[in-house]
């Protein structure tokens, strides 16, 4: 009993600094969503509209757009940097000339705050004075102009994600696979196994944990993405870039939509529950299932 | 003798001046005695008006009075979102807010600001003897409530101008080139088709030449509001369209279906002539804000543009930042025939007036300390030096100083013209809903600036989804 108290003692200040900062702003957005409030509207107080709010969003063609383009920006970012993330884990599980200094360039872009990131890309991607379409075009004859094409706007955030966020992946990674046993691969490669059935059957599963708590961060990072977005594009050209994030942003503050920004605040919050739960259940739960 | 004279009559000047500025300062002393443990402060947007206030007016403050001023610059979003929700939810972080002209209308809707002609009046021990209000121009007058009472001091006032390179304009060559493709002299333009035909001149002379030149600029960003500014308060009042088409008479009617100008016939041509000039501007004009403009014109990028007056100082003058020092020449804008003798006869406007005040936000706990602060920065004799630091000019007085006369003349008359042409100019429309009506058309713009919209189809969707907004925030019945 003493040892219980004790502990609720020492757990009390994180639970109340949770419970204020964390709960009762999320009970608050709930209780908003429900609500009718713009502090700019002729009638500036709020009003309780049920589920209107709700009912109303189903029908958003703005907020489907964004729904549409932020998925796909997930698929394209989160599959790339596993996959990116993964071969340069190998890569640095092996030895080769120059590898610290290789490893440490890789990782620099992790200590950037996304701000920072999404001005650097600004500055490099801006027609006719940024580095890459100069290049593009004095190579490659490509035009690129991140300001009417959405194709080039959509796929250089891609792209910049990659470049900001894999290093995350590659480290996780690499410290899944340095903590792997030697011995189900010696025992594998006895028997004949070649590297793609290592990979699939030994490798892959071993590191499963790591790789999906990965994948959840990365998941749940990317349906919030908005500063390196909101410094490179705006959202722009047109919606094709306006993210969720970007989305609620300009909802909530520009607009000062507050009842409405919280009402897609909660619904992207519960689709985001989903995702994971999806890919949880998908990935983890046959691994369990087998171990009964 | 005569020296003799000389040098009693200078004492004596001396003896007054001295005596003046030191009851000036036994003024701000005594008054800011009780407030001695007070800090102020402030948040604004990272300007060069604002950071003239961080670094050279709130240090000069706080010397004289002990009261500390913090200053907060910051970016135009961010800056709103921090004084809105201060003042929303009450909590008096902030004792002064930047409030920028298009907004006030918005902030007197939610009472969130001081009254600052009451607060003086209601306590005149706080009264500076160099403040008062029939010192500002009249662009003080956006900053007024109902009650004529003023709601903030004006801290930056210019207007979005005509600029253009005078020394291409200058050209011997180039005016030769000019007079034998279009058969008329090259001047700066009064007419959007005298404008069209300088600009093609020019993007085609940059290109024939190998040079980084192009006939004009465009605040034309495909995702920020700097476009749908550049397109409402700049092109379509030129073109007769004014207050955004929108017809606060008329039950806020936006389309021309319920007595609405935003899709009529002289919107859809001022529409259709500004894509034409985005066309021709430099690359970078689908990705540039204000900002942007004036960095593209001070880079020597541009024969011509509408720039904010803002950016025409250091465009002007700044050998640090330009590279068209003493290049420059200021005019009005192009305009449609018989708007300017309509805006003179007081219908409308033919471009932008802007800038903004320091308020006291409502919840502050320290309105009088604030006030003095206000009163600090609104006197005219800080004026003349703001005025070189950062092309701005709220107080009449300014006009005439001798720095700013000489600053004029390398602006290219550039306060000659705000001072006698002003007036043609006005501020955002007197809407309490201006982010919001913004923020719902702008989606639609910028899918024209990207061409997934013809101009016309969308200036209708425009004006349909405006008086969509409207009718959501209940203004529209």
């Not at chain 1, 995702?275 to 739960?285: E, R």
């Not at chain 2, 443990?37 to 990272?46: F, I, P, Q």
């Not at chain 2, 670094?55 to 010397?63: D, N, S, T």
């Not at chain 2, 806020?252 to 899709?263: D, Q, R, S």
Request: net charge negative.
């Amino acid at each position: 009993m003493r040892s219980n108290k004790l502990g609720w003692i020492l757990l009390a200040p994180t639970l109340l600094i949770l419970f204020f900062f964390g709960v009762l702003p999320f009970v608050y957005v709930v209780f908003v969503s429900f609500h009718q409030w713009n502090p700019f509207a002729a009638s500036p107080e709020m009003i309780f509209n049920g589920a209107d709010n709700f009912r109303r969003i189903v029908f958003d063609s703005a907020f489907l757009n964004s729904l549409g383009v932020t998925v796909a920006f997930v698929l394209f970012a989160v599959i790339s940097e596993v996959i990116i993330g993964y071969m340069l884990a190998q890569a640095f599980m092996r030895e080769f000339p120059g590898k610290a200094f290789f490893r440490t360039i890789h990782t620099l872009p992790l200590i950037m705050a996304p701000i920072i990131v999404g001005s650097v890309w600004k500055l490099m991607t801006t027609p006719s004075i940024g580095i890459i379409p100069h290049y593009l075009d004095k190579w490659f004859g490509i035009s690129m102009n991140i300001g009417t094409s959405a194709p080039a706007a959509f796929f250089t955030i891609v792209v910049m994600d990659i470049w900001h966020w894999t290093p995350l992946v590659t480290l996780t990674l690499i410290a899944a696979l340095v903590s792997l046993p030697r011995d189900p691969f010696e025992q594998a490669q006895i028997d004949g196994a070649n590297k793609r059935q290592i990979f699939w059957h030994i490798t892959l599963p071993m590191i499963a944990p790591a790789l999906i708590a990965t994948v959840f961060i990365r998941l749940m990072d990317a349906l919030r993405t908005v500063d390196e977005v909101w410094m490179l594009t705006g959202g722009g050209p047109g919606s094709s870039t306006r993210f969720l994030g970007v989305h609620i942003f300009k909802e909530v503050f520009p607009k000062t939509n507050y009842g409405y920004g919280s009402t897609i605040s909660v619904i992207v919050l519960y689709l985001t529950i989903v995702v994971c739960w999806l890919l949880y259940v998908s990935m983890l739960a046959p691994r369990n299932n087998r171990k009964g | 003798m005569n020296y003799a004279l000389k040098v009693g009559v200078s004492a004596l000047a001396l003896s007054i001046a001295s005596t003046a500025a030191y009851a000036d300062d036994a003024f701000w002393k005594k008054a800011a005695e009780p407030y001695q443990d007070v800090t102020l402060h402030g948040v604004t947007e990272s300007t060069p008006p604002s950071n003239y206030i961080r670094e050279v007016l709130a240090p000069q403050f706080e010397e004289l009075t002990g009261i500390r001023v913090d200053i907060e610059t910051t970016s135009w979003d961010q800056m709103y979102d921090k004084a809105i929700k201060d003042m929303e939810v009450g909590t008096g972080i902030y004792d002064m807010v930047f409030i920028e002209q298009d907004i006030v209308y918005s902030y007197l809707s939610r009472n969130f600001l001081t009254d600052t002609t009451k607060l003086l009046a209601d306590n005149p021990s706080l009264k500076a003897p160099t403040y008062s209000e029939d010192n500002f121009t009249t662009f003080a007058d956006y900053f007024r409530g109902e009650n004529g009472d003023l709601y903030g001091v004006p801290m930056e006032a210019f207007i979005k101008i005509y600029l253009y390179r005078t020394d291409l304009f200058n050209d011997p060559e180039i005016k030769e080139a000019f007079k034998a493709e279009t058969g008329r002299e090259l001047k700066p333009a009064k007419t959007h088709e005298e404008y069209g035909e300088i600009a093609r001149f020019f993007t085609k002379w940059g290109k024939d030449h190998d040079m980084d030149l192009w006939g004009t600029t465009a605040q034309a960003h495909t995702g920020h509001p700097a476009s749908f500014y550049e397109y409402f308060e700049s092109i379509a009042p030129t073109y007769g369209v004014y207050n955004w088409g929108i017809d606060a008479d008329n039950n806020y009617a936006a389309t021309v279906e319920h007595g609405g100008k935003m899709n009529s016939p002289e919107a859809k041509k001022a529409l259709k002539w500004w894509l034409s000039m985005r066309d021709i501007a430099p690359p970078e004009s689908n990705a540039s804000t204000w900002t942007e403009v004036g960095t593209t014109f001070g880079a020597g990028r541009v024969a011509q543009g509408l720039v904010y007056g803002e950016n025409a100082g250091w465009i002007a003058a700044d050998e640090s930042k330009s590279l068209v020092v003493g290049k420059v020449g200021v005019a009005l804008p192009p305009l449609e025939d018989g708007i300017l003798e309509e805006v003179e006869n007081g219908k409308g406007y033919i471009g932008y007036y802007d800038g903004g005040a320091f308020g006291i936000p409502s919840p502050s706990k320290n309105k009088e300390a604030a006030m003095l602060f206000l009163q600090y920065i609104g006197q005219d004799e800080v004026q003349p030096d703001w005025a070189v630091a950062a092309p701005r000019v709220t107080n009449k007085a300014t006009y005439d100083d001798p720095k700013v006369q000489e600053m004029n003349k390398e602006l290219g008359g550039y306060y000659d013209l705000l001072r006698d042409k002003g007036y043609l100019f006005a501020g955002a429309p007197a809407y309490p809903f201006h982010a919001q009506v913004r923020e719902a058309v702008s989606p639609i713009l910028y899918e024209i600036l990207t061409g997934d919209l013809d101009p016309d189809t969308g200036l209708d969707q425009m004006a349909a989804k405006a008086e969509a907004e409207l009718t959501d925030l209940g203004y529209r019945k």
